[in-house]
């Protein structure tokens, strides 16, 4: 996953991360970067080294300003 800035730009190194999700090539997603909440996410009860999940496809983002 490359991360993106607001205007979509990336932004810093790509991740690697389980796709929990079923997202396509291109599509914008939302990643959790915490062991344990990646874990809770894959249904793991046992320790991993898993670091990321993607959660969610993003329909869409709105920045107010």
């Known amino acids: ?3 993106i800035d607001l205007a979509g ?3 810093g ?3 690697l991360t ?3 999700v079923d997202a396509g090539i ?3 997603v939302l990643v959790v ?3 344990g909440s990646a874990q809770q996410v894959l249904g793991m009860t046992e ?3 898993i670091g990321s999940a993607i959660v969610a496809v993003v329909d ?3 920045v107010k300003t």
């Open 9 to 11: 730009n990336p932004k």
């Open 60 to 62: 869409e983002i709105r």
């Open 18 to 20: 389980f796709d929990v």
């Open 1 to 3: 996953v490359q991360p």
């Open 47 to 49: 320790p991993s080294p």
């Open 33 to 35: 970067q915490e062991g």
């Open 13 to 15: 190194e790509p991740i």
């Open 26 to 28: 291109g599509d914008q």
